[in-house]
């Protein structure tokens, strides 16, 4: 029995910058899609920028039509204005996903370190060689937000499979 193949969002939110990467993955085999980023402007109002941001999401939704999305949880270690933006940024993104039936899943950044490269204190570094050659790509993916965001993708990928041998 074969499995049929799943498109998979990658998201890794941010108001100046947020990564988004698709990946079709069926078995124990993943493929890049497609990735790229939404930026924003720091001279546009915080409403603006989380308008675009919404946007830029439906956008890449409607293109891809991925089966299932993944979102980075916040780090710890951040300061409390920006958490707060990041925060207010995973929300639309949440909402976006949600507008067009696709509920996101959440992953710490070490989990996702756990399943792309199998140790959870990895650097970002690690990761995305992990990625370049999880996806059999020549170079590590570019820019750096959009490579996280298809770690974010593979991570559900990897999680998506165990939930379902369990289940």
């Not at 029995?1 to 998201?11: A, C, V």
């Not at 890049?32 to 409403?47: F, Q």
């Amino acid at each position: 029995m074969t499995e049929t193949p799943q498109l998979i969002l990658g998201l890794d939110p941010g108001t100046a910058v947020t990564g988004w990467g698709v990946i079709e993955h069926a078995v124990s085999k993943s493929r890049l899609v497609a990735h790229g980023m939404i930026v924003t402007s720091a001279k546009d109002p915080a409403h603006e920028r989380l308008q675009q941001i919404y946007h830029g999401i439906l956008d890449v939704i409607d293109e891809y039509q991925p089966g299932a999305a993944a979102i980075e949880q916040l780090f710890g270690g951040v300061n409390l204005k920006t958490a707060l933006a990041v925060g207010q940024a995973r929300g639309v993104i949440a909402l976006a996903c949600a507008e067009r039936g696709v509920i996101p899943a959440d992953y710490t950044p070490l989990r996702i370190k756990q399943a792309v490269v199998g140790y959870g204190r990895a650097s970002k570094v690690q990761v995305q060689q992990m990625v370049k050659v999880l996806l059999a790509l020549p170079k590590v993916p570019t820019p750096d937000h959009a490579a996280d965001a298809l770690g974010v993708a593979i991570c559900h990928a990897h999680s998506a499979k165990v939930i379902n041998l369990i289940s």
